[in-house]
């Protein structure tokens, strides 16, 4: 590309910014890094096995591998999006989708009406 076609790109993707990202809009952190799916399903299984309800710095630390801050708040947005936890006010996460062996084998079994 010339050095014009350079300047008008850069400029409509300013503009394009501008545009979308108007008044008080916070603009989303830059992403470094997205979760690999065991990591996703390391943190699952961290919420859903706990004895108690732990906060978010509590279940970072007693996660078995180390997870980056930035990486660990992706999935826990996720599975917040994804309706399977929640954070109460006090900070604490909660496991609330319904996953069990018995929910699971009436759905199979249960019959359309």
């Known amino acids: 590309m010339n050095k014009i076609s350079d300047t008008n790109s850069t400029n409509y993707i300013n503009l394009y910014n501008q545009h979308f990202n108007v008044g008080n809009v916070p603009k989303r952190p830059k992403i470094i890094h997205y979760p ?6 390391m943190i699952e299984d961290a919420i859903r096995s706990a004895k108690e ?7 970072l630390r ?9 990486t660990f708040n992706l999935v826990l947005e996720y599975l917040q999006r994804s309706n399977k936890i929640i954070v109460t006010k006090d900070g604490r996460v909660v496991w609330v989708f319904a ?8 759905l199979a079994e249960s019959k359309k009406v």
């Not at 690999?36 to 399903?41: E, Q, S, Y």
């Not at 309800?53 to 279940?59: D, G, N, V």
């Not at 007693?62 to 930035?70: A, E, G, I, T």
């Open 99 to 106: 996953d069990s062996e018995k929910l699971r084998r009436l």
């Open 36 to 41: 690999r799916l065991d990591t996703v399903m």
């Open 62 to 70: 007693h996660l078995p591998k180390k997870v980056m801050y930035q």
């Open 53 to 59: 309800y732990p906060t978010k710095a509590e279940l």
